[in-house]
């Protein structure tokens, strides 16, 4: 039996994931989280074998919770169940530490084909995401390379400027100043060995983000 951990800010996700859950054997909820403050607190006490999270909650450091909760706690598994696009998200998930990453949108047989996954030692990803990163392996431009390259912030500016998205409404978005996007900017093109935004973007078309 899997003990399971389930941490959402919206009390009707943690029930709805919990009712799937309950009937099966294989599975036993030992706490239920609302923020990430009580989400550690849990873990400390429960000892789950299996963590189903989002990255937004009251408190939340987003992403980089994955790396914390994986260096504390190596053997946990971890699942990312989120609003969040998965082609924006789902590869740093994983590239941080997490076991799955499953958009809240999907139906309840995907969810539990993903946790069922998990659980016996895989990878859970959409077959979209699978197939993206078979093809872009096997590419010869090396954007998947450059992708890895980028930390989750980076990927996250990536994608608003592929989109259109000024300096003042990334800034906005992410609740950091514009100096700082500014920052990212300069990263980013670095990074990618472009010199302009027409240029980012244009990368971000070939990594898919937009």
């Known amino acids: 039996?899997?003990?399971?951990?389930?941490?959402?800010?919206?009390?009707?996700?943690?029930?709805?994931?919990?009712?799937?859950?309950?009937?099966?054997?294989?599975?036993?909820?030992?706490?239920?989280?609302?923020?990430?403050?009580?989400?550690?607190?849990?873990?400390?006490?429960?000892?789950?074998?299996?963590?189903?999270?989002d990255i937004d909650m009251p408190n939340s450091s987003g992403l980089s919770i994955i790396k914390t909760l994986k260096q504390n706690n190596p053997e946990v598994r971890i699942i990312i169940f989120s609003h969040q696009p998965e082609e924006l998200y789902a590869l740093?998930?994983?590239?941080?530490?997490?076991?799955?990453?499953?958009?809240?949108?999907?139906?309840?047989?995907?969810?539990?084909?993903?946790?069922?996954?998990?659980?016996?030692?895989?990878?859970?990803?959409?077959?979209?995401?699978s197939e993206k990163i078979s093809s872009k392996s096997s590419s010869k431009t090396g954007v998947v390379s450059k992708y890895r390259a980028l930390s989750s912030r980076e990927i996250e500016v990536l994608n608003f400027i592929s989109k259109g998205l000024k300096n003042k409404d990334i800034a906005e978005m992410l609740k950091i100043n514009e100096k700082t996007v500014s920052t990212y900017k300069t990263r980013l093109q670095k990074k990618l060995n472009v010199d302009s935004v027409a240029g980012l973007i244009k990368q971000s078309k070939m990594l898919e983000l937009s």
């Open 1 to 53: 039996m899997k003990n399971v951990l389930i941490a959402d800010a919206h009390p009707i996700v943690i029930k709805g994931l919990a009712s799937i859950l309950k009937k099966d054997e294989a599975y036993k909820i030992v706490a239920k989280s609302n923020d990430e403050n009580e989400l550690k607190k849990h873990i400390s006490l429960k000892s789950p074998d299996i963590i189903i999270m």
């Open 92 to 129: 740093s998930a994983i590239r941080f530490g997490a076991s799955g990453y499953i958009n809240k949108s999907k139906s309840l047989k995907k969810i539990k084909t993903a946790i069922d996954q998990v659980a016996r030692g895989g990878i859970y990803l959409s077959k979209i995401i």
